[in-house]
């Protein structure tokens, strides 16, 4: 079995909303819930958090101002060869995304409420979502 770590972000910006990023069908065309936050594997050798900065300015081309906060560990095994360990994390940014378009085609900065409401969410996004009691300020 494959044993993979994933960092994820909720990235908050000053209005208390979260970014939230738009699959590419084309990269990800057999991905249920299209809408998720940033995120990827890392690199093994190399900490937890240079890899979730790494992520945020390669996806996005922001920048976490902020320490980061563990809020969720999960689990993903979508078959008997690979096992996900998804780390999700809050931080702060400043700016507007610049997308590399590759992964994701489109981003919205959304409150926590609205984000609970998306019918296309990742599952383990929505699951981690729960964890977020306040919103962020920057």
């Not at 995120?39 to 976490?64: A, D, F, M, W, Y």
């Amino acid at each position: 079995m494959i044993l993979q770590v994933g960092v994820k972000v909720f990235l908050g910006n000053k209005h208390g909303q979260y970014l939230l990023l738009y699959r590419s069908l084309e990269k990800y065309p057999d991905v249920k819930g299209r809408w998720d936050i940033v995120g990827g594997r890392i690199v093994p050798g190399s900490k937890l958090k240079e890899n979730l900065r790494r992520e945020v300015k390669e996806e996005t081309g922001l920048e976490i101002i902020s320490e980061p906060v563990l809020i969720a560990a999960q689990d993903i095994m979508p078959d008997g060869d690979k096992h996900v360990v998804r780390l999700t994390y809050t931080a702060e940014t400043e700016g507007e995304p610049v997308l590399n378009t590759s992964e994701n085609t489109d981003y919205k900065w959304m409150l926590k409420e609205e984000i609970e409401a998306l019918d296309d969410l990742d599952i383990y996004a929505k699951d981690a979502l729960k964890a977020i009691s306040h919103p962020i300020k920057v």
